[in-house]
């Protein structure tokens, strides 16, 4: 396990920031010390991310390294208790249906709405709020990704009530909060938990 | 309870043009009917009734009692007979909301439609097959409404007592405002669900009445170009839902003024006098019975962005609409996107790099980089960076914002990647196959529309019709106060 791994309550958080840095791509060092401070850091954690060669200092402009890549996936992979990789691996296989169906709808939805298609606004979101149940009853069965992946099911949630309080932007929009752009991340977490490639 | 005249009008009372209680359609009836333009008799219950229907639980008694009155009512303005003969008075029931919701609510045809009104509608037009025809259109519509909502198996029993029917269906149209759609629907567009529903009961028209008859659309200009030509399409012998549904190729509305010229002459010279009065090019409903032209509905024509602008322009030329209308209306669209990319010389087969999917579109020449970070990001700033990637991750989401384009070695048009293109609006082509040999920095061109990705930087022309020229003209003419 690298340094710094998830064996301890610190160790998660440092997880998390380095996740959250690797998604901002370039990020300024204040803006960086910002967000170990909201994971629950102090400003020498990210000084010890960067002295381990995980995130690099460019002048003041910090960014995650490829062996802070590396690092990442092994940590979260670390996150896995004995035991938890078949039923993790069961809920990827389920996972993967959804991902396409997912990536189905909202392409449905982005066609929908440059067409000024109302019906088919309807039937793109029916499917998409199928999809959303399956993947919480998905997560919920095999229980290892309520808790791996609980911030992340959380932020699905906050997305999916947006749409549906009327800011339909929050389905596909490219800002990080949107439903797209956080299911992206947790196929993201999923595949780096199981130290699996990304496929097309 | 207030008396049941505040909450069923038909088509002879004095009524504002009030959305709120008639609803988009009941709107568009009355404005016709005040025009004395041929309408189908109709009477509608308003929204007000809806809300009462929802706190009873059903229509209260002075409303089924009115409801018989203004059936009384449609068969003398018809000189039919509900739910028989001689001549069978039939009627359509449609939901009629504040805000259009297409699609999502319930609408029944030929209602009415009893054992003792089948042999008179067969001995009146003479034809077997028109009169299997209604009865199709009517179990078609009536039993999910009879089935609440519920898929059927073609086994509901509908009541065979016309005034059961209508009021069935009345209610039926009433409880789809709170059908799963149409509440999915009102959360996604911020519609209020206290709105509520009226409910259009009109006398029906055939438009499956022999060779002489038939249901049309009729667009006062062209949606997608703006021309000031009325065009449209036209299925002849054929009724209601023909267009809508898919069930039958429309032809041209052009081939109705070879086939009844006069109704065509009509049509069209009703169509000019909706469109001056609305001012606003108008999208129309008609149906011809035997040579009889009616009108079911007329709305504001939806427009492509470019037709929108060029319609604008021309109203203003005709007089229809002030300086300040005009400018009002292209304020609403985005002009500098009308404009297109295109290539100045048509690119050479030898300067083709890769193939892939054109998953979003537009054309832009830049350098290709495999990162975007600090030690290309100096570049971004005189450069238009082509961002080529295996596929994509989330951790590329902050690069693609950065991108004036995005190639993918892997992936289709649904993948994450043509999904983030198509959002941030830049041309993207994807599962272009193996690219190692593109090196960094290599100048290339991406045609998102077409799905290539060319070698070299090749040279785009900004086409900007001549029509947004003026309405760019006229707009910074009319911000500084010239026009």
Redesign the interface.
């Known amino acids: 396990m690298a340094p710094g791994a998830a064996d301890s309550v610190e160790g998660l958080r440092t997880t998390e920031l380095l996740l959250k840095i690797?998604?901002?791509?370039?990020i300024e060092a204040g803006s960086a010390r910002t967000l170990a401070a909201e994971a629950g850091l102090g400003a020498e954690a990210l000084d010890n991310l960067i002295a381990a060669g995980a995130v690099a200092d460019?002048?003041g402009?910090l960014?995650?390294t490829e062996p802070g890549d590396r690092r990442l996936t092994e940590e979260l992979h670390a996150q896995l208790a004995p035991g938890e990789e078949s039923s993790m691996a069961a809920f990827a296989e389920e996972f993967g249906v959804l991902d396409?169906e997912l990536?189905?709808a909202?392409?449905a939805w982005?066609w929908a709405i440059r067409e000024?298609d109302?019906?088919g606004?309807?039937n793109a979101?029916?499917r998409w709020?199928d999809v959303d149940s399956r993947l919480r009853a998905a997560a919920a069965r095999a229980q290892v990704p309520t808790r791996l992946f609980r911030t992340c099911l959380a932020r699905l949630e906050c997305a999916r009530q947006r749409?549906?309080?009327?800011d339909?932007d929050q389905l596909?929009?490219?800002q990080?909060t949107s439903y797209?752009?956080v299911w992206?991340?947790l196929?993201?977490m999923l595949l780096r938990t199981l130290k699996r490639e990304?496929?097309? | 309870m207030a008396d049941s005249d505040d909450f069923i009008i038909n088509a002879d009372a004095k009524t504002g043009a009030d959305k709120l209680l008639i609803g988009g359609k009941g709107t568009s009836l009355f404005w016709m009917s005040s025009q004395g333009l041929p309408v189908p008799p109709f009477f509608i219950l308003t929204t007000r009734a809806w809300r009462q229907w929802r706190e009873a639980g059903k229509l209260p008694q002075p409303h089924v009692t009115k409801v018989i009155e203004m059936v009384r009512w449609l068969e003398t303005r018809t000189g039919r007979t509900f739910g028989g003969g001689p001549t069978p008075l039939l009627v359509s029931v449609r939901s009629t909301g504040p805000v259009s919701?297409?699609?999502?609510m319930d609408t029944i045809l030929n209602l009415g439609l009893t054992h003792d009104a089948l042999g008179p509608l067969a001995k009146e037009f003479g034809s077997l097959q028109m009169v299997a025809d209604v009865i199709v259109n009517f179990l078609g519509t009536a039993a999910p409404v009879f089935a609440g909502g519920q898929e059927t198996d073609g086994t509901t029993a509908l009541p065979d007592s016309a005034t059961d029917q209508l009021l069935g269906a009345i209610e039926g149209v009433f409880a789809s405002w709170n059908n799963q759609?149409a509440r999915?629907?009102r959360?996604?567009?911020?519609i209020p669900d206290d709105y509520g529903t009226a409910v259009i009961v009109q006398a029906m028209v055939f438009g499956n009445a022999g060779d002489s008859s038939g249901t049309g659309v009729l667009f006062t200009r062209d949606p997608v170009s703006g021309d000031a030509q009325p065009c449209g399409e036209w299925v002849p012998a054929a009724q209601g839902e023909a267009i809508v549904s898919g069930r039958t190729t429309p032809v041209p509305v052009e081939e109705l003024r070879t086939a009844q010229p006069a109704v065509y002459q009509r049509l069209h010279e009703i169509a000019s006098q909706l469109e001056r009065r609305a001012r606003e090019p108008q999208d129309i409903e008609f149906t011809v019975q035997q040579g009889s032209l009616y009108l079911l509905q007329t709305r504001t024509l939806?427009s492509a962005p470019l037709a929108s602008c060029r319609t604008a322009l021309d109203l203003l030329d005709e007089g229809l609409i002030s300086e300040e209308e005009a400018v009002r209306r292209l304020s609403s669209l985005e002009l500098p996107e009308l404009a297109t990319d295109a290539f100045t010389e048509p690119p050479a087969a030898d300067a083709v790099l890769a193939t892939g999917l054109a998953a979003s579109p537009g054309i832009m020449p830049g350098i290709i980089v495999r990162e975007?970070?600090?030690r290309n990001?100096a570049a971004l700033r005189r450069e238009n960076l082509v961002l080529l990637r295996p596929?994509t991750?989330?951790?590329d989401?902050?690069?693609?914002?950065k991108a004036a384009a995005l190639v993918t070695e892997?992936?289709?048009?649904?993948?994450?990647a043509?999904?983030?293109a198509?959002?941030?609006k830049i041309p993207c082509v994807v599962g272009c196959g193996e690219l190692d040999a593109v090196p960094e920095g290599e100048e290339v061109t991406v045609d998102g529309s077409a799905g290539v990705v060319y070698r070299g930087r090749l040279a785009v022309d900004r086409i900007v019709p001549e029509v947004v020229r003026r309405a760019q003209s006229l707009m910074s003419r009319y911000e500084s106060g010239v026009a």
């Not at chain 2, 959360?187 to 911020?190: A, E, K, L, P, T």
């Not at chain 2, 892997?410 to 994450?416: I, K, N, V």
């Open positions: 690797l998604m901002r791509g370039v460019d002048e402009l960014y995650v396409t990536k189905s909202v392409t982005q000024e109302q019906d606004q309807v979101v029916e709020l749409v549906l309080d009327g339909p596909s929009g490219a990080d797209h752009s992206f991340l196929h993201e990304r496929e097309g | 919701m297409p699609g999502m759609r999915l629907y959360r996604i567009n911020r939806k975007i970070d600090t990001e596929e991750s989330p951790h989401l902050p690069a693609m914002r892997h992936g289709g048009l649904t993948s994450h043509a999904i983030i198509r959002e941030l």
